[in-house]
Every structure is written in structure tokens, then in C-alpha cells.
């Protein structure tokens, strides 16, 4: 009888230890599981159709700028195709590298982009040649739309058109000012071209971001410069400023009875290029299907409406339409800074 018992009790022992090891072996495999989210790498890819988790967008500037905006508006509509949320991240500072050294530091599985302007590629590594990353590091995946931005000036400039301003400043050679967002910004560049294709001498004086410049320019202490559209227009129905041309290579769909500069000076374009950056090896397909939701996305008229609110006009390009464009724009910069001499760092 007390061996009948004592066996039962081994068996009990043994029953217990089998289920207390299953309990383990559950709570490991949940934990890995749970493990397999930003960071896992390739072996989610493996085992869940993509997208299996929230996906992240981190912004370069910070939330209300114009990367900002439009990663939201796109987002908000891609989410809906895709089945997962998009989560917006804002990481301003350095120039976009705070960003990028987000991006980098996740896995290349298809969860974790960038979106910002073209500066990242085109002009940064030339301002600072010591940045964290380089083009390798990263691969276009969606270009999402353009931002033109607008040459405007004082009411006090006696100039309504753009031929007028171009006449007005090389008649005062060196007298006038114009104001931008920051040394080697799209707004900086657009006036140097400007003033390099008409052969224009007027002083520089940066700003730190439109919301130093453009009241700038509404109080006179500048006589130009360069923003967006939605910056400027208030202002401009109001008779505070005179908006005068484009900076894109046509006209724009927000002010088409504007010229374009690119109408006096040939292959001009400095629009600002705003798209989705992915990290070196993210998979081709998840980058197909970014590129394709966001394509869609460019043709839904609430969409089209939201941007043209503030000022942006929908591309939903894929990621060859965005590299030729980052290509274009940094080849274009490069040999603007070189034959011009400005120096942006």
C-alpha cells in the first residue's frame, strides 16, 4: 500500500514537472514572439505576411512642419489599405540625421522609414561630409509629393512681376536683401540660382525656419524671399506681401497665373521633393507595396484636397520615379554651389 502510494506520488512529481516545463516552454515561445516587433529582422518576414505590426514613419522635422503634414495625410489614408497603423515619429535635429540614425538603428525588415525632404540626400552630405551615414545607407521606397515654394516680396519693392523684381534688384546692385530658412536650405538655393542665372547681386541673411523669415519679410527687414505657399498666403490676400513666381520647372497648380522661374531661366527647379526613405536591404516587396498604397493614396481627392490646403501638389512616384528625382536635384545643387561659389557649411 505505501509503495502503491509512493508511486502515485512520483507520478504526480513527474506530471507536474512536464506541465511546469510546457508552461516554460509557452512563456518563452510568447516572449519570442513578442520579441519579433521593431526588431526582429527577417525572421518575422519569414513567418507572417507583411504588414504584421505597426509600421513607423519618422519625421525629420518637427510635427506641424511640411514632412510632417504630409507623412500624416498619406498615412492616414495608407493605413487604411495596409491594416496596420502608421505611426509617426518625430525625431528633428541634425539636419535629418537625428532621423536617419533612428532608421538605422532598426532592422531592415520593412517597419521602420524615414520621411522628409530631399536635403537628406542631396544637400546634407555636401554641408557636412562627417555626417553618420551616406547614401548607401539608404534606399528610396516612395516620392510622395512636391512642395514648390514661392519668391515674394515686400509691398515697398516696386515690383509686380518677376521681370519687374529682376530689373528692380540689378538696378540696385547689392542693396537689397532676402531672407531664408537657413544656409543651404531649398529657400537659400533657389535665390542663389536665381540671382546666378540673371546675374543678381543680392545679400543673404538666414533665418532659422520660415517662422523667423516670413515675419521677417512682413516687417520689411528683408525685401524677399522664398517659402511656401501656405506661409505666404495670408499674407499675400492681404496685400502684406506680393507673391511674384514659382520655384518648381512648371508652374503650379496652387497659383497658376504665377510664372514659374524655370519660364526665364532654363531647367530651374528647386521645389522641395518629399518622399519615404527606407534602410539598405529593406525587402523589395514591402518597398512595392509602400510605393504602390501611396500611389493610390496621390489620386484619393480628400487626400488631393488636404494638400493642396497646405500648399503641396501628390506625386505617387515608386522608388525609381524618387531616386531619379534625389539624383536630379543633388546633381543640380552640387554644380549650383560649385559654379557659384556659396558656401553652405
Do not use: C
Request: glycine share 10%; charged share 20%; proline share 6%.
Amino acid at each position: 500500500m505505501n509503495r502503491s502510494i509512493a508511486a502515485q506520488g512520483a507520478a504526480l512529481a513527474r506530471a507536474k514537472g512536464i506541465a511546469r516545463r510546457a508552461a516554460l516552454g509557452a512563456a518563452l515561445g510568447a516572449a519570442l514572439g513578442a520579441a519579433l516587433t521593431w526588431g526582429a529582422g527577417p525572421a518575422q518576414a519569414q513567418g507572417a505576411a507583411w504588414p504584421a505590426q505597426p509600421i513607423r514613419f519618422i519625421i525629420t522635422h518637427p510635427a506641424g512642419g511640411l514632412p510632417d503634414t504630409v507623412a500624416r495625410i498619406f498615412g492616414r489614408r495608407m493605413e487604411t489599405k495596409l491594416g496596420q497603423s502608421i505611426v509617426i515619429e518625430n525625431r528633428a535635429g541634425g539636419n535629418g540625421a537625428v532621423a536617419v540614425g533612428a532608421m538605422l538603428g532598426a532592422p531592415a525588415n520593412g517597419y521602420t522609414f524615414v520621411v522628409t525632404d530631399g536635403a537628406i540626400w542631396s544637400v546634407n552630405p555636401i554641408n557636412n561630409p562627417a555626417l553618420a551615414y551616406a547614401e548607401k545607407d539608404l534606399t528610396p521606397v516612395a516620392y510622395l509629393a512636391d512642395a514648390p515654394l514661392f519668391l515674394a516680396v515686400h509691398p515697398k519693392v516696386p515690383a509686380n512681376s518677376l521681370a519687374e523684381f529682376i530689373a528692380h534688384v540689378r538696378a540696385n546692385s547689392g542693396k537689397l536683401n532676402y531672407g531664408s530658412s537657413g544656409v543651404g536650405s531649398n529657400h537659400h538655393l533657389s535665390m542663389v540660382a536665381l540671382a546666378l542665372g540673371q546675374k543678381l547681386e543680392i545679400t543673404h541673411v538666414p533665418f532659422k525656419g520660415t517662422g523667423e523669415s516670413v515675419p521677417a519679410l512682413l516687417g520689411g527687414h528683408v525685401e524677399a524671399l522664398f517659402s511656401a505657399y501656405l506661409s505666404l498666403k495670408g499674407a499675400a490676400e492681404t496685400n502684406q506681401v506680393k507673391m511674384l513666381a514659382a520655384n518648381g520647372a512648371k508652374r503650379s497648380s496652387l497659383a497658376p497665373d504665377l510664372p514659374s522661374i524655370a519660364e526665364v531661366i532654363p531647367n530651374y527647379d528647386y521645389s522641395v521633393i518629399i518622399g519615404v526613405y527606407g534602410r539598405a536591404g529593406t525587402p523589395e516587396d514591402v518597398k512595392r507595396r509602400i510605393a504602390a498604397e501611396a500611389a493610390e493614396a496621390a489620386k484619393d481627392p480628400d487626400v488631393i484636397k488636404r494638400l493642396e490646403a497646405v500648399g503641396v501638389e501628390p506625386v505617387g512616384g515608386d522608388a525609381d520615379a524618387f531616386l531619379k528625382a534625389l539624383q536630379t536635384e543633388s546633381k543640380r545643387v552640387r554644380e549650383l554651389i560649385e559654379t557659384s561659389g556659396v558656401k553652405i557649411r
